[in-house]
């Protein structure tokens, strides 16, 4: 499918998340999710090969099942209140989060690199407030989501070598805490996920600079800066102190109403999570230790996503 006109799907994705945002009724709401959707999919098509239109049914399946489900329920809802649990279930379906996953790999493995991190960043946006829109009893019913989410998100992510492949669970992992911070009464989860929007620009950056497709070729001796670059981002997005991805989910632990049982699910996957980020980066920065960054470093236009990581967003700190 050739499409010209791609700043138009552009305008239709970013207009229909803020219709979503902004909705106050639930038909208002679903046509957004739809609008959304269609204005997304053609962006999927960058090189336009078979590849890609396999990946976009992929895509569509699920988010058309996840759209119906929520409708359906919004509906019956009227006459039957118990038919409301369906709402935020059909919303994981479309963000992603475990055990509702089974899309979300495939689609991010057949992507291009810029469709594939619209997907890990903008896409997420509108469901996740959708469920936040909902009354406080019916997160309550599937809170479980998100400690599913953040287990997985970390387990998936141990045998995978690609970087893509890690970003994937990664966001799974993330999904799981977004979920969490929607249980609190400060502004935990705007700032949750612009923090993660900012974290996976950065690498987005970085990959886009780079050859860099596995955890092996973080190492480039003629571009040790990205690599560099590319490590820090990896780490903050695990949540290693004192950067960015690590201040995000202290203020969540703290301002959450979750039991303390998410919380330390979220704890674990996080940790699970940190683990094998460090395993892929520690040898990397060690040997970029030993080498002399010759360039400079304020010549560089990704040097303020790197200051981004390194110096933490304290002062949120002091407004919570």
Known sequence: M???HKSLFLFLMISSTCMV???SNWLMTWMGLEINMLGFIPLMYLKETANESETAVKYLIPQSLGSTIFIASATTSLHFDNMQFLMPIAMCLKL??????????PVMAGLPLLPAFILLTWQ?????????????TLMA???FIASISALWGGIG????TDIRSLLTYSSIAHTGWMLASINSNAPILTIYMMTYILINLSIYTSLTTTSTKSHKQLLIPKESY????????ILSLGGLPPLT????????????QASMFIISTLIVGALISLFYYLSLTFSPLLELSKTHLTKAYSSKPSMMFLLAQILPLSALLFLF
């Open 96 to 105: 992603g989060a475990a055990p509702f996953h089974f899309w979300f790999p």
């Open 2 to 4: 050739k499409s010209p």
């Open 124 to 136: 997420k946006i509108a469901p996740i407030f959708t469920i936040s829109s909902l009354n406080s």
């Open 141 to 143: 019913k599937i809170i």
């Open 21 to 23: 945002t902004s909705s």
């Open 226 to 233: 990205n690599s560099l670059l590319l490590a820090t981002n």
């Open 245 to 256: 991805g690590f201040i995000m989910k202290l203020l969540l632990i703290n301002y959450t």
């Open 157 to 160: 992510g141990m045998n995978q």
